[in-house]
């Protein structure tokens, strides 16, 4: 049972870093093929490099997006 509710905590963990890095994305880019820019659209998408999150003491790699100022 412990081992099962630890492996839960690190996929939650995993799902919230790629919220919140997806959240910031859409604050400074807007949403994917959206007309009207937030920002004056002063800022891009521009593909993804890879990273990693440290979740209970491991290195877990996750996509990282992205984003290019005019």
Known sequence: MKLHMVQH???MAYLLAGELLNEELEY???????????????????GTNPGSVRIDSERVPIRVPRVRGR
């Not at 400074?28 to 521009?46: A, C, I, M, N, S």
């Open 9 to 11: 905590h690190a996929q």
């Open 28 to 46: 400074l880019t807007g949403e994917r093929y959206e007309r009207d820019k937030p920002l004056g659209g002063r800022y891009r998408r521009w």
